[in-house]
Nanobody, 122 residues
Framework: VQLVESGGGLVQAGGSLRLSCVVS????????VGWFRQAPGKEREEVLC????????YFIESVKGRFTISRDDAKKTVYLQMNNLKPEDTAAYSC????????????????WGQGTQVTVSA
């Protein structure tokens, strides 16, 4: 199982980015994908968890209404659409999955992508 993220970059405050998480080696009918971020000098935090069974669970209040999840089954890709970005959203973003369960919250993710950097300028 492998996850590969892409789509990060530099954007001005108020702008948008769409991150992609391509899933390989795993059936896509049932899945759980979490998006995480880690800002410089801070601990990694879970942004949200998306489950094929239960929908989306947000863990950071400030991204509600700005970050949304979608999927393309044919491409086995989960997208994180980030709108109205703020400088405090600057972080390395990673996706992860739990190959043993499909529900949120996930106790322990067992496969991680390499991450993609998002930088939001003021």
């Amino acid at each position: 199982v492998q996850l590969v993220e892409s789509g990060g970059g530099l954007v001005q405050a108020g702008g948008s980015l769409r991150l992609s998480c391509v899933v390989s080696g795993l059936e896509f009918d049932d899945y759980v994908v979490g998006w995480f971020r880690q800002a410089p000098g801070k601990e990694r935090e879970e942004v949200l968890c998306a489950s094929s069974e239960e929908g989306v669970t947000y863990f950071i209040e400030s991204v509600k209404g700005r970050f949304t999840i979608s999927r393309d089954d044919a491409k086995k890709t989960v997208y994180l659409q980030m709108n109205n970005l703020k400088p405090e959203d600057t972080a390395a973003y990673s996706c992860a999955t739990d190959t043993t369960d499909y529900a949120c919250p996930v106790r322990e993710y067992d496969v991680w992508g390499q991450g993609t950097q998002v930088t939001v300028s003021a």
